[in-house]
């Protein structure tokens, strides 16, 4: 589709606002209110989105550079401009997190009794350990590689440890290569648990770099070790399949998967005691510039912290647990879940609510002799999932089942093709969607005879059908036995699995076909009301907010009067608050113990009150080259539920919510003498059937 040029200055960059998310994820590592383990999470959240940043829109960044430049996207700004705000603002952004780490974090944490033993302050119990630990279980899994004409500079593997080694002397052949690189194999574990008696702690842990740095001397014999310095570099990540061409997508892509480790290098992590020459030396290797250089105080990879916290019993350093409340219409057990929905539509609100009745619903389906097919939608569900097992054994029970995969969901592509593959083992029919298009709309429909006739159930969603992403992102799910609902994701069924043109729908908005067009449809009506004299107001929440011609159409509904409150999570391109442009217009962003992930439309459209859910945000890719579905939420009582919870909650929120300026920077919004109302919390308590103890 043909974009229309609109004004740049009126756009936020998405580079830039993708940053400036991470900064307030950033924020609550800072927060000493957050528990402590807590706070280490989320700076390896930070360190785990800057990979993803790099890999996808930094390297996007460097092949445009390769190919010439020129503008990327409506803000106007040239791609070289781009880059270079975004290493500032990068390196502002780890330099923060590692000062936060040594400086605050750490110490803290050793206060509690979990403590990172330094190669600098071991005794001489723990170097005896570390010793042990080194012989038996590092070296004999090391393959140290000597620089020269036979050893050529290995392939280093996206975002692995590795060792640059400076040596002098000579070794047993008589070489006397000066560098050797150490590649730290993946089955060793990043952070090692001491015994308690050793670590003089009940949590102590050494860093496998610090071993390797303590002992490296063992790999050169007879070498003088001048320097170890660890390093991590990071590659584009984005795989290209060239759909129109291949005739087996499957096929192509577990090709191209193992490229996807050696892609071009788009940045290099070396610690800070890295010597210039050997950097010099990496960036070389690598095809970088010194601008594509992070010196990093302390782990190359702070990702690899992720872990700790499960390895740490110290609930008191981490939020307090909770069980998931499950709606008072299925409590009870063994509740019949085609009896509950023929009743009533009933709606999830993950992660406060259980997943587990969609666990329910597939597996009563698999083992009911009534139901005759299930049909469903997999974006990302998970190496793990009882879902997938449950679908395998409707297939096994003879049911008709058709799974339509979607393999180019980003990084788990080699976890939908094993269950692709298994789920056809199992007798399921498995498709892969539409050439060109994504599928990420959330659909499961079962069909069942009944009295003699087929009846359909069907199951929306905002999320994914994944069990442990259930537990940390928000999203609504709707249970519906509405007949003109469950006949239009019939027809979405048909469109992904079969050739035709796309049927006229009766509640569904689908992309690419009407989703863009409704979206700026009931945005202009709110405009038109306003323009009449009735009052005009709209309610969004997402995770990103792009695509420009529903931003412009926001500014005009803002210009006539209509009160737009907005949501949103992550990137947000418009901006709020300019004079004659976005006076009516509020944006904040809400970041908590919980990834907000729901996306609700609401539009007041003359007293109806219109609530949408949807699997899409407003950005280019999911309106225009994406299969996305959003649904109406028809009864009254569940749409003022949504309302509720999914939107004024947030628009309340005095505790996690951020509010933007016209620039894209955002302030938390403060509390003041108000009491502090945290959304999530509050939905935690009144949702839960455990809810935390403040």
Known sequence: MMSKKYPPQLFINRELGLLEFNRRVLAQAEDERVPLLERLKYLCIVSSNLDEFFEIRVAGLKEQIKHGGGATGADGLDVHQI???????????????????????????????????????????????????????????????????????????????????ELQGKDAFGRSSAKAIVQAPRVLPRTIPVPPEVAGCAHGFVFLSSVLHAHVGELFAGMEVLGCYQFRVTRNSDLFVDEEEVKNLRTSLQGELPQRHFGDAVRLEVADNCSPLMEEFLLHQFGLTADDSYRVHGLVNLVRLMGIPDQVARDDLKFPTFVPGIPTVLQKKGADMFKVIRKGDVLLHHPFQSFKPVIDFIVQAASDPAVVAIKQTIYRTGADSALMEALMLAAQHGKEVTVVVELLARFDEEANINWASRLEEAGAHVVYGVVGHKTHAKMLMVVRREDGKLRRYVHLGTGNYHQRTARLYTDFGLFTSDEAMCADVNELFVQLTGLGRAGKLHHLWQSPFTLHEETLHAIRNETK??????????????????????????????????????????????????????????????????????????????????????????????????????????????????????????????????????????????????????????????????????
């Not at 403590?115 to 570390?130: G, K, P, S």
């Not at 590092?138 to 000597?146: H, R």
């Not at 300019?578 to 944006?587: D, F, K, T």
């Not at 005095?654 to 109302?677: F, I, S, T």
Request: proline share 5%; with cysteine; net charge positive.
């Open 83 to 165: 880059f270079q705000q975004v290493r500032v603002e990068a390196h502002q952004i780890i330099g923060q997190q590692y000062q936060l780490l040594n400086a605050q974090i750490l110490p803290a944490l050793s206060h509690h009794g979990v403590r990172f033993l330094r190669r600098t302050h071991w005794n001489e119990a723990q170097q005896a350990w570390v010793k042990d630990y080194f012989f038996r279980e590092v070296m004999p899994v090391l393959t140290p590689i000597g620089l020269d004409p036979a050893h050529p500079f290995p392939r280093v593997l996206n975002k692995s440890l590795n060792f640059a080694v």
């Open 529 to 694: 009301l306003a323009k009449s004299g009735k009052t005009g107001h709209i309610i969004a929440k997402m995770n990103a907010l792009l695509e420009p011609e529903v931003i412009m159409a926001l500014y005009e509904a803002s210009q006539a009067g209509v009160k737009v409150e907005l949501i949103v999570r992550g990137v947000c391109a418009l901006r709020p608050g300019v004079e004659g442009l976005s006076e009516n217009i509020r944006v904040i962003s809400v970041v908590g113990r919980f990834l907000e992930h729901t996306r609700i439309f609401y539009f007041r459209n003359d007293l109806a009150h219109d609530v949408y859910l949807s699997s899409a945000d407003w950005m280019g890719r999911n309106f225009f080259r994406r299969i996305e579905a959003c649904f109406p939420v028809l009864d009254k009582k569940l749409k003022k539920r949504v309302i509720e919870e999914g939107l004024k909650s947030y628009l309340r929120d005095n505790a996690q919510a951020w509010v933007m300026d016209v620039d894209g920077h955002y302030k938390l919004k403060a509390a003041r003498r108000a009491a502090p109302k945290c959304a999530q919390q509050l939905l935690l308590q009144s949702l839960a059937s455990q809810p935390p103890q403040p």
